[in-house]
């Protein structure tokens, strides 16, 4: 008896827990198997693209860069970004830029968070999600740099999955399993 309230409230807290997942995500070119590779001296810009593509409302991101910035900046005037509904070409600009001085093998990673903005409908409580994204940096030698035309293009398998979408299937397979649970029963 105690086992199935428990089972109950835990699955009563997942549902309410639910709407609280982001339903907006980030891209990067690089990840941790496909770092950016960058020589002493070498400035580069790229794009980060954000992504709406779960719920149906628009939302308003603001970006902050939380690491790197010895080595990155954030390069659009307005950094709150409106990422309609439907939408997973909204570009985040980053330029990079490494010191003369940087040695040979040195690892940096870019970090930028995305907070979403909620307008003030009179309500007294809002959850905003956020999502980070963090770009791995390595520095080589210049003949160890591919240039900047003849980089490898994404896979689409790396471009990311919804975190919304995995939450998802994630309670489905809980309540699938609890209805399984009680029938053995």
Same mark, same amino acid.
């Given at each position: ?14 549902l ?7 339903a ?13 590779i960058m ?7 790229f ?11 628009? $939302?308003?991101?603001?970006a ?6 010895? /080595? ?12 309609p509904?439907?939408r997973?070409d /909204?570009?985040v600009n ?10 040979f093998?040195?690892e940096?990673s870019i ?5 979403? /903005? ?8 809002? $959850?905003a999600?956020? +999502? ?15 240039p900047?035309?003849?980089?490898i293009?994404i896979?689409?398998?790396e ?5 919304a979408?995995? +939450?998802?299937?994630?309670? /489905? ?6 209805i ?6």
């Amino acid at each position: 008896m105690i086992k199935s309230r428990f089972s109950f409230g835990f699955l009563i807290a997942l549902l309410l827990l639910s709407p609280l997942v982001s339903a907006f995500g980030v891209t990067a070119p690089y990840w941790d198997d496909n770092p950016l590779i960058m020589y002493p001296g070498q400035t580069r810009d790229f794009a980060l693209t954000l992504q709406n593509m779960v719920g149906n409302e628009d $939302m308003v991101l603001k970006a902050e860069l939380v690491t790197g910035a010895e /080595i990155a900046t954030l390069v659009d005037e307005e950094l709150e970004y409106l990422v309609p509904f439907g939408r997973k070409d /909204i570009k985040v600009n980053l330029r990079v830029e490494i010191p003369e001085d940087a040695p040979f093998d040195k690892e940096y990673s870019i970090g930028v968070s995305f907070k979403q /903005i909620l307008e003030d409908e009179g309500k007294m409580v809002q $959850m905003a999600g956020g +999502v980070g994204k963090y770009v791995p940096v390595i520095v080589k030698s210049e003949s160890e740099v591919l240039p900047e035309e003849e980089e490898i293009p994404i896979p689409e398998e790396e471009k990311g999955f919804p975190t919304a979408t995995v +939450v998802l299937l994630l309670v /489905i397979v809980v309540i699938l399993g609890y209805i399984i649970f009680k029938k053995k029963k």
